[in-house]
């Protein structure tokens, strides 16, 4: 890779995007924990905390989020919620993951959205998304959504240290997208959703990019046909005659064939 990973490039490829703010880190422990700081200390809607390189990246349910310092793309974005959306937290989650696969479809590969959090290219995970919130008593004051992605394949853990099998965009797109300009791309589909993250279309779209539709799967404990979504964001899945709704993974979701 010889790409221009500095802050001025970084300018260069957001600038027209107009964030309200943003922070740069060439080196950081997570761009969640910066940008959990940032929010209680009054970041705006919209603010973007970005890494050169995390040391200490997180995944969902304490697992460590491996980073490249030029290979992986990791950055979180500050979330102020809007009246009603603090009882669709489940949909933070989701407009990370969706935006990831509209970027990727965009860009010729297959990608999907891997319930709750994960965003799969040709069935390998690619990226994560974790959302976390900061309550001040009853009253959620933030929602940080931090994107992880593997761009090039040195970012792609070994496989003794993953739980799920995983790969990194190039090894669909056959070149690794240029960081800057695919968070770039990211925060426009990003912005897009804001406004709309509320709507039956947001719930639509996440829904038409699951992976595993139709099939047979393992999700935690229970078992059966991948139906799609509840509007609060929880997984539908049919067993004989009956529906049963997932709303929290022990581990992974899987395909049973
Ligand atoms: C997962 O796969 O469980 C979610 C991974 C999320 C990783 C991103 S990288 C940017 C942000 N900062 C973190 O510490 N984690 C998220």
Redesign the pocket.
């Known amino acids: 890779m010889v790409w221009n990973l500095g802050p001025e490039a970084l300018q260069k490829a957001i600038s027209p995007l107009f964030l309200p703010a943003w922070r740069f880190y060439p080196q950081v ?5 910066a ?1 959990l700081a940032w929010a209680w200390a009054g970041a705006p809607d919209g603010a973007l905390v970005v ?1 050169g390189e ?1 040391t ?6 304490g ?1 460590r ?1 491996w ?1 490249h310092p030029e290979a ?1 793309l ?3 974005i500050v979330a102020r919620p809007l009246d009603g959306e603090e009882k669709a937290a489940a949909r933070f989650t989701a407009w990370g993951a969706v935006a990831l696969v509209e970027v990727l479809t965009a860009l010729g590969v297959d990608a999907a959205v891997k319930w709750p ?2 965003v799969l290219l040709n069935g390998r ?1 690619v ?4 959302a976390e919130a900061v309550w001040r008593g009853e009253r959620l004051e933030a929602v940080v959504v ?3 992605v593997n761009l090039a394949p040195q970012a792609v853990p070994p496989p003794e240290a993953v739980d799920f099998p995983a790969a990194s965009v190039a090894d669909g797109l056959g070149h690794a997208p240029a960081r800057w300009d695919f968070l770039a791309r990211v925060l426009t589909r990003l912005a897009w959703w804001r406004p709309r993250l509320r709507s039956e279309a947001f719930l639509r779209a996440w829904e038409a990019r699951l992976a595993y539709r139709g099939q047979q799967v393992q999700a935690g404990e229970a078992q059966g046909m991948l139906l799609g979504l509840e509007a609060d964001g929880g997984l539908r899945l049919q067993k004989g005659g009956a529906v049963q709704v997932i709303y929290a993974l022990t581990g992974h979701l899987r395909p049973l064939s």
Request: charged letters at 30%; aromatic letters at 6%; hydrophobic letters at 30%.
């Open positions: 422990d997570s761009t969640n924990d940008a890494a995390q200490r990246g997180r995944g969902r349910r697992r989020w980073s992986g990791a950055f979180t959090n994960d995970k990226a994560g998304v974790l931090g994107v992880g």
